[in-house]
């Protein structure tokens, strides 16, 4: 007789182990729910800042590269500013170091293509200038639009995880 409650502790034992992995296991799945829902939302901020970097890298490579042909070069540049501190901003934020080496080499292009037609003087279109002038322009724009498409690859890749 004296050992009747060994069934009636061992089956509350059970019981409480069972409401233990309940908890645990329901904890586990609401983490789970949390850190898939946290990664969405940075994978879709990523996505939107991707999206506007690279709508103000493609306006940017037309201006520059219509510089003289289509754009006059005092015109107003379109509404972007590549080296806004927003752009900085959400490169800081959301870019991978691979996105952001990517922008600064395609950056840096830009700026040696304003640094180019900066030296012309104001009335001398760059395809009227001296050959040396003309192929740099030619070859500076080349590099510029290679370096937009790698960009492009880049956050085809990183957005396609």
Do not use: C
């Not at 946290?38 to 970097?53: S, V």
């Not at 900066?118 to 001296?130: F, K, S, V």
Request: glycine fraction near 6%; charged fraction near 25%; aromatic fraction near 10%.
């Amino acid at each position: 007789m004296a050992l009747e409650w060994i069934g009636s502790v061992t089956t509350a034992v059970m019981g409480l182990a069972g409401i233990g992995a309940t908890l645990w296991t329901q904890k586990r799945g609401r983490d789970n729910t949390l850190a898939v829902a946290a990664q969405n939302r940075t994978q879709d901020r990523k996505r939107a800042a991707y999206e506007r970097l690279l709508t103000q890298a493609i306006h940017t490579t037309e201006f520059v590269g219509g510089a003289d042909i289509i754009w006059q070069r005092n015109a107003q540049p379109p509404d972007v500013d590549f080296e806004s501190f927003d752009a900085w901003l959400l490169l800081d934020l959301y870019a991978s170091p691979t996105f952001l080496a990517g922008y600064q080499a395609w950056s840096g292009a830009v700026g040696r293509l304003r640094d180019i037609l900066q030296e012309l003087p104001e009335e001398l279109p760059w395809y009227e200038a001296e050959v040396d002038i003309q192929e740099s322009f030619r070859g500076e724009k080349d590099d510029m639009e290679d370096l937009l498409e790698a960009l492009k690859d880049i956050a085809r890749r990183e957005l396609s995880q």
